[in-house]
C-alpha cells in the first residue's frame, strides 16, 4: 500500500507563486515516476509535469516556463513551483505515482484557486 500526501495548495492572486509538496510512503519498492495532475471543474484530469527517477521531466505547454517540478528521490517527494500564476491554473492538484512495478497510485488531491 502507497500513500501520497499534498500540501500546499490555497488561494494566491494572479502572478503570485505557490509551492506543492507531495510524499510518499508505504510499501514503496521503486518509483518510476512521480507527477502532477490537475482537474478543474467541467474539465477532464489533465497533466501538468512529471518526472522521472533518472530525472527527466515532461510539462504541459500551458505551464511551460511557470512551472518547476522537483523530485528528492531521498524523500519520495515530488514539488511542484508554480510562478506567475493565471486564473486558469485553478483546479484541484493531484499527485500521482508510477511505480517500477507497475502500479499507479493517485493522492487526494489539493485546491488551488488563483484569483484575478
Known amino acids: 500500500q502507497v500513500q501520497l500526501v499534498e500540501s500546499g495548495g490555497g488561494l494566491v492572486q494572479a502572478g503570485g507563486s505557490l509551492r506543492l509538496s507531495c510524499a510518499a510512503s508505504?510499501?514503496?519498492?521503486?518509483?518510476?515516476?512521480m507527477g502532477w495532475y490537475r482537474q478543474a471543474p467541467g474539465k477532464q484530469r489533465e497533466l501538468v509535469a512529471t518526472?522521472?527517477?533518472?530525472?527527466?521531466?515532461n510539462y504541459a505547454d500551458s505551464v511551460k516556463g511557470r512551472f518547476t517540478i522537483s523530485r528528492d528521490n531521498a524523500k519520495n517527494t515530488v514539488y511542484l513551483q508554480m510562478n506567475r500564476m493565471k486564473p486558469e491554473d485553478t483546479a484541484v492538484y493531484y499527485c500521482?505515482?508510477?511505480?517500477?512495478?507497475?502500479?499507479?497510485?493517485w493522492g487526494q488531491g489539493t485546491q488551488v484557486t488563483v484569483s484575478s
Open positions: 500521482n505515482l508510477d511505480s517500477a512495478r507497475g502500479f499507479n497510485y
Open positions: 508505504g510499501s514503496i519498492f521503486s518509483i518510476a515516476a
Open positions: 518526472v522521472t527517477s533518472g530525472g527527466s521531466k
